[in-house]
């Protein structure tokens, strides 16, 4: 689902639910794929926000470690776009085909990406991230904090913080926003507040707008409105 390894605490949680019987394979897809599942210094690539042939591409690259062959994007697109099956299904059929039983189990830990680490101080401050994964910290001010591309994490501390999100920075995570004080800017063309698809999970709101997504932790998604946003 993921391309990585699950964790302890994924491992437990998922299979209680098979276990006792709250939940069957479709329904174990359905919640994995709504969460981005990225974790801070591990490498990953999630299927969350895929359709079409990027989705078929990539589903087999992270069970089979192969590419599709043409009938087999073929079948699998046009399946999917006409409703035949759902990503779902399309996801639990290939965990468990003849293929992937044969492999096993195992994944192949991809290496952890370089992850850097900055911190700032109580005066007000512009923190911007690289390429890579980053992790920001404003600590105390009004801060401006960009993690550009990557997967990244980013903690505003006190003041009214600015976090700052480009089309294609990755699947980011945000720490410590506050409603009403803190606001996330957008920095991509044409985009909208309606744009944006927001959906409540456990522990905070996951927002997707383009190709890039946003974790709100401990934030509900009742609690957001359109005033923390801006668009330019």
């Known amino acids: ?63 089979f470690g192969r590419d599709p062959t043409p009938a087999e994007s073929s079948t699998l697109e046009a399946n999917l776009s006409s409703g035949r ?20 189990n195992a994944h192949e830990t991809n290496p952890a990406p370089a992850l850097t680490h900055q911190i700032g101080t109580d005066a007000i401050e512009i923190t911007s991230g690289g390429v890579g994964q980053d992790k920001l910290q404003g600590m105390g001010g009004n801060d401006t904090l960009s993690g550009g591309k990557g997967d990244d994490s980013l903690t505003g501390g006190l ?30 063309q044409d985009l909208v507040f309606a744009d944006l698809i927001l959906s409540e999970s456990d522990g905070g709101t996951i927002l997707n707008y383009g190709s890039g997504s946003i974790t709100l932790e401990d934030i509900s998604l009742p609690s957001l409105d359109e005033e923390d946003f801006s668009f330019s």
Do not use: H, W
């Open 1 to 63: 689902m993921y391309d990585r390894d699950a964790t302890v605490r994924e491992l437990e949680y998922y299979s209680g639910l098979l276990l006792e019987g709250t939940d069957n394979p479709d329904d174990l897809a359905t919640k994995m794929l709504g969460l981005d599942g990225a974790i801070q210094g591990v490498s990953s690539a999630p299927l969350t926000g895929l359709t079409g042939a990027a989705l078929v591409e990539q589903a087999f690259l992270n069970t």
């Open 159 to 188: 003041g009214a913080d600015e976090f700052v999100f480009s089309d294609g920075d990755g699947m980011d995570f945000i720490a410590g926003f506050e409603t009403s004080t803190d606001i996330i800017v957008f920095d991509v």
């Open 85 to 104: 099956i759902t990503i779902a299904q399309f996801v639990v059929a290939l965990a468990q085909s003849t293929e992937k039983l044969a492999a096993g």
